[in-house]
């Protein structure tokens, strides 16, 4: 009975939609501690490279755990290189968080139901390249409340 319960849990831990993956820390409260850049900028350049959108905005009213959902698109037939995908903390030193959000990016985004994140602002970047070869890197301000 032991085993068949191990093979469910297995099966059903394989079969879950990327979707339906919950509860994952993204900044852990070390990282959060961690002294923030003073020449951090975004670059604000007119590029035919693909869009990197914040779909999750919550007008500064986030509280952990947070649903984070970016949207990808692509211009001019171009499709989107996810092997290209960075996402970093801008933290000093700068926290690659790329392997914790790769399980939860496809070709139209990156969608975390429950996002782990400590209180206080978060500045995060994206970088994203197409199949032409275009590059895009977006930052963007995480405002979490206690």
């Known amino acids: 009975m032991v085993f068949c319960l ?3 849990a297995a099966l059903s831990a394989v079969a879950s939609p990327r979707g339906a993956l919950a509860g994952m820390v993204l900044i852990t409260p070390e990282e959060a501690r ?3 850049p003073k020449d ?3 670059s604000r350049a007119i590029t ?3 869009h990197i959108d914040l779909a999750s905005r919550d007008e500064g009213h986030l509280r952990s755990p947070l649903p984070l959902q970016l949207k990808f698109k692509g211009f001019g037939g171009a499709t989107i290189n996810l092997d290209s995908l960075r996402v970093t903390y801008m933290k000093s030193p700068i926290v690659d968080l790329t392997q914790r959000v790769r399980p939860y990016a496809g070709p139209e985004g990156i969608e975390i139901q429950e996002a782990e994140v400590p209180p206080g602002e978060h500045l995060l970047r994206v970088e994203l390249q197409d199949s032409e070869g275009r590059r895009t890197t977006t930052t963007f301000l995480l405002s979490v409340s206690p």
């Open 6 to 8: 191990v093979i469910l």
């Open 34 to 36: 961690l002294p923030t």
């Open 40 to 42: 951090v900028f975004a």
């Open 48 to 50: 035919r490279g693909p």
